[in-house]
């Protein structure tokens, strides 16, 4: 997976997990290279994409911050209603000898599945 869709990714959940929140500033692009070591356009790209999809927002001179227009955070009650479920498929997985690696991948397509290939 290409490193920009990754950081598209990490902010998208971000903000749905609620870490993130409209009007938060995001790191600086010159920031996030030196802290994970990648190319300047890869950030760049990856923000412009948040932007064009409405997550983020830049203000010239001042950053880039989680728009107003973000997805919403996924609401505390829905979390606590489906998150045992979810752990609880987890532990079977694990029970079955799968590796978080493997959990992952079938998650993911149980969402594909799910959305008809539609997966962020």
Not at 12 to 33: H, K, M, Y
Not at 52 to 59: F, H, I, L, T
């Amino acid at each position: 997976m290409p490193a920009y869709v990754q950081l598209v990714r990490q902010v998208r959940q971000a903000v749905l997990r609620g870490v993130l929140r409209p009007g938060d500033r995001l790191p600086a692009a010159r920031e996030v290279v030196a802290a994970l070591a990648i190319n300047p356009n890869t950030v760049l790209k990856a923000y412009s994409q948040l932007e064009n999809d409405g997550v983020v927002r830049s203000r010239a001179g001042m950053g880039t911050f989680v728009a107003e227009t973000a997805p919403p955070a996924v609401e505390p009650a829905l979390l606590r209603r489906l998150g045992p479920s979810l752990d609880a498929w987890i532990v079977r997985a694990r029970g079955a000898g799968l590796d978080q690696e493997a959990v992952a991948a079938l998650f993911a397509s149980a969402v594909e599945r799910a959305y008809g290939g539609r997966a962020a």
